[in-house]
């Protein structure tokens, strides 16, 4: 079986979760504005390699530094896993309290 990009970001997304105690209220507040702070550099941080693979992709043909789009996908996955604790819709933190993958 093969899988396509979406797939494997589905997996990393959506995929086995390690089993994590739920946090009390308060501790869960705390985390929550450590991520929101985190997110918030994140976005910056997007909008950096963003504008560089942009001026990258105008001076090499179109042609995407390979190793600038998969920190991009890296990235995304991270934010995606933020949004979810943030929103409740999971109990596990994302790095650097778990893996990366």
């Keep these: 079986m093969t899988y396509n990009d979406d797939d494997k970001i589905d997996g990393r997304v959506y995929g086995e979760q390690p ?3 739920a946090d009390g ?3 869960r507040v705390l985390y929550m504005i450590l991520i929101w702070l985190m997110l918030s550099l994140a ?3 997007l ?3 963003t504008v560089i693979q942009l001026a990258i992709m105008l001076v090499s043909n179109h042609k995407p530094n390979e190793r600038l789009a998969e920190f991009g996908t890296d990235l995304g996955v991270w934010m995606a896993k933020a949004a979810r604790y943030q929103t409740g819709a999971s109990d596990v933190k994302p790095w650097p309290w778990t893996e990366l993958d």
Excluded: D, I, M, R
């Design 43 to 45: 976005q910056t941080v």
């Design 19 to 21: 089993e994590v105690k």
């Design 47 to 49: 909008t950096v390699a």
């Design 25 to 27: 209220v308060g501790s």
